[in-house]
């Protein structure tokens, strides 16, 4: 992926944590990476993230109260 910044790469980063965590919703991390990345794809595919700690989001589901 490639950054806007070093600074919203870290934020990206934090958020990509906070998703896999369920804190924040799909729908704020494509509001991330519009934000944070340089060419984001988010506007007809779902994110993937390919690092150490991959996330798929068609496999997490969120617990609901």
Do not use: F, W
Request: net charge negative; glycine share 2%; proline share 5%.
């Amino acid at each position: 992926m490639k950054y806007e910044s070093e600074i919203l790469e870290v934020m990206h980063q934090e958020a990509i944590e906070m998703y896999k965590i369920g804190v924040i919703t799909e729908a704020r991390m494509r509001e991330y990476d519009e934000m944070c990345l340089s060419n984001p794809k988010t506007k007809n595919t779902p994110p993937v993230y390919a690092n150490d700690n991959s996330v798929n989001v068609e496999h997490i589901s969120h617990a609901t109260a």
